[in-house]
């Protein structure tokens, strides 16, 4: 069974930093990326990061591009989103899920975790 856990999750001003980890556990063959998604108050979903678990290869949203990074562990099992330059857009719960195919929908994704939020004052 895959378990993700996120952490590191708060209240940041704007143009701080946090760094969120997301610990796996229980992959197998029908988890091959995992995608960093937000989602804030009466808004969609929306994707943030996709990583192939195999080759660490990550595909970044525009919205975050040259802010968010993203860095893969797979001695740890976690991947860590390193948000950078924060702004209030940026609040919202942030999720890791996991999936067999590259994909910005969330629907396209198996397994998620809990969530932590993110709130960024102005």
């Known amino acids: 069974q895959v378990q993700l856990v996120e952490s590191g999750g708060g209240s940041v001003q704007a143009g701080g930093s946090l760094r969120l980890s997301c610990a796996a556990s229980g992959f197998t063959y029908s988890t091959d990326y995992i995608g960093w998604f937000r989602q804030a108050p009466g808004k969609e979903r929306e994707g943030v990061t996709v990583?192939?678990?195999?080759?660490?290869?990550?595909s970044v949203a525009d919205s975050v591009k040259g802010r968010f990074t993203v860095s893969l562990d797979n001695a740890k099992n976690t991947l860590d989103l390193q948000m950078s330059n924060l702004e209030p857009e940026d609040s919202a719960m942030y999720y890791c899920?996991?999936?067999?195919?590259?994909?910005?929908?969330?629907?396209?994704?198996?397994?998620w975790g809990q969530g932590t939020q993110v709130t960024v004052s102005s």
């Open positions: 990583t192939n678990i195999g080759s660490g290869y990550t």
């Open positions: 899920a996991a999936g067999r195919t590259f994909s910005w929908m969330p629907r396209h994704y198996i397994y």
